[in-house]
Structure formats: C-alpha cells, structure tokens
C-alpha cells in the first residue's frame, strides 16, 4: 500500500544537538511539506519542496533544514538554532499537479529537546 | 488578520445532534479547500474537498463554500461520540501549492 513514512515515532534529544526527521514516501508524489504543530494550535508551515533538488521556506523555517535528493524522500534537520524545537513534525505530500490536490500525512514524529 | 480563522472551541454537541464548523479565509484568489480531522496525538485525515461555490455532501458529513463570503463550513448530521476530534479547515494560498491551516476547531459529541 501506498503511504508516507515517518520515523522515529518518538524522538528524545538533548538542547544543543542537531536531529533529523525522516520522510519517505511512495505516492510518486512530486510535492512534499513539512509542518509543525504545537499543543492546542494548527499546523505551521516549516518548508516545502515541489521538485526534486528545489525547496521552498515556509512561515517558520528559521532553525531546520530540509534536502530534497530524491522524488520519494524529504528529510527535515533540526539544527541547534531552533529555539524552541519541541513540537510534533508532520510530513505531507500531494501529487503537485492539480491544484485541488489534497495533502497526506505520514503519522508524525513527537520531538522532545529537554 | 489570521489567513484561516476557525472558532477554536470547544463545540459540544448531544449525540445524534448536527455539528457546525465554520472557517474564514482572507485570500481571495484561493481555489481550494479542505476539511481534515485529527484525533488527539494523531495526524490529520482528511474528510472533505470542496472547489466550487455551494454544497458537497458525503454521506453525514456537508461541505458549504461562498467565495464571495470568503467563507467554508463543515456540518455532520447525526453527530457520534467518535465524531469527537479537532477538525482543521485548509486553503490554499493564491495559485501555487502552499496549503495554510486554521487553528482548528475542538468537537466533542457527547453520549
């Protein structure tokens, strides 16, 4: 079955380290997102990429990181500079084409930096 | 003003009752829309699309659009208990593929 994959569910760091969320999908979707989400609040756009080797910063990219190498992979770097990263990361993806495309979720990584 | 505005809740409802969910949003030139529903610690799936000015219904679940009122509604007739989830209203923004979320609305059906 088709989908998106996100791992590690769970993810522990400690401040001051650097981690990266992976996102691997098999939709052959050609547009992938990546978003953050607060407790009690919507989702904020971090970076989103609609082409291999081409990505685009959202509303909150300061402090992550994203690459774009292949069609099917969009994996998200959070860097030391991020001053608050724990959140829960969400990965979408939609086919890019139409533009009533809707989005699909992988089911998320809970980062915790303590 | 936010892009995406919905009541944050929470919006309680007897069992078997209809649900209202309503969303606003500020760009005009936005096209498409979309109802998703997430259950707590989960992600977001989604319910409803909706493109055109008017109503969409599948099966308990009614999508409202009027883009001259800039404005999206969810109902859900005969409201369940597993209803019972933070329902998130998306737009896109102008012509590209940026998706922009509301805060969501909280529901609770109770039994």
């Known amino acids: 079955d088709g989908g998106i994959t996100q791992s590690p569910k769970y993810l522990f760091r400690k401040e001051g380290q650097n981690v990266t969320l992976s996102c691997e999908q098999n939709?052959?979707?050609?547009?992938m997102y990546w978003y953050r989400q607060d407790p009690g609040q919507g989702l904020r756009l971090i970076y989103y990429s609609q082409i291999v080797n081409d990505f685009q910063k959202g509303d909150i990219a300061e402090g992550y990181s994203v690459s774009r190498e292949k069609k099917e992979s969009f994996p998200l770097t959070v860097t030391s500079a991020q001053k608050n990263p724990t959140a829960f990361y969400l990965c979408a993806s939609t086919t890019g084409t139409a533009y009533n495309s809707p989005l699909h979720f992988g089911n998320g990584t809970r980062l915790t930096v303590t | 003003q936010k892009e995406v505005e919905q009541n944050s809740g929470p919006l309680s409802v007897p069992e078997g009752a209809i649900a209202s969910l309503n969303c606003t949003y500020s760009?005009?030139?936005?096209?498409?829309f979309f109802w998703y529903r997430q259950y707590s610690g989960k992600s977001p799936e989604l319910i409803m699309s909706?493109?055109?000015?008017g109503d969409k219904e599948d099966g308990r679940f009614t999508a409202q659009l009027n883009k001259a009122s800039q404005y999206v509604s969810l109902l859900i007739r005969d409201s369940q208990p597993s209803d019972s989830a933070t329902y998130l209203c998306?737009?896109?923004?102008?012509?590209?593929?940026?998706?922009?979320f509301g805060p969501g609305t909280r529901l609770s059906v109770l039994p």
């Open positions: 909706i493109y055109s000015n």
């Open positions: 760009d005009r030139v936005s096209q498409s």
């Open positions: 939709l052959n979707h050609d547009a």
């Open positions: 998306a737009v896109i923004r102008g012509y590209g593929q940026n998706f922009v």
